[in-house]
């Protein structure tokens, strides 16, 4: 689909769809995309009745949809119902991107680019040979772990609360890449540390740590990244600056950057972010 195809029809629409989906700051940055591309979008948030994805996705593509952003719960149902998806889509098992290619709804998972341009471009960190533990082993580590593994870490030690979903996330890459997971007790006790801490969990939605709390894990010059993000640094964050970390970050480039690789896919040209992520964060701030 080209940028052409897209932009000029009055009809195509997009959507961020989820439930609950008030929250979503998607159409705003969609729209910031647009007016710096000179361009105009018809994005809107979309409350999906739970259970109900496939005929709600059903009466958008009547309405003139062509191309959705899908947030929780229903990023399975959006790989299930696609009838062609990416390799990214394949590895988490589930899709936060839909494009309608002609007759089919086509699939990807846009959280790993996102998550690998807001370290490496926007923080300038590179990944390559770099140690990385990532913390968690639900749909946002899924969603990321492939992508990172690109970057040719020199090791990424996935660390969870439930040991077999760790192991599960993992099991694909084991015979071709340098992949493990352990259990946060061995990781302690063998005192491993990490150039770069990715907190995947949505701990600091809680006001937890994903780690015990004396845990040493940052090596020298090493980067703490939350995917979390908010007006104040994370718990996880804080916690990361009195423990060694030398930078610390938040996921808002992350969330930027996941959909700028939605904005391109569709409309077939790159958004400049970094001035959207300004402006993000001093909102945030002044909020």
Known sequence: MTASSTSSASDARYAVIGNPIAHSKSPNIHAAFAAGLGQQIHYDRRLCPLGDFAADLERFRNEGGVGANVTVPFKRDAFAIAREASLRA???????????????WYCDNTDGAGLVRDIEGNLGFSLKGKRVLLLGAGGAARGVIGPLLLREPTAIVVVNRTQANADAIVAP??????VSALPASDLL?????????????SASLAGALPLPDGAAVFAPGALAYDMMYGKVPTIFMAWAAQHGAARIADGLGMLVEQAAESYVQWRGVQPVTAPIIARMRAELAAS
């Open 90 to 104: 394949q590895q988490a098992g589930a899709a936060n991107f839909l494009a309608w290619r002609g007759d089919h």
């Open 173 to 178: 890459y084991l015979a071709t890449h340098p």
């Open 189 to 201: 006790a063998q005192g491993q540390r990490f150039d770069c801490v990715i907190n995947a969990t």
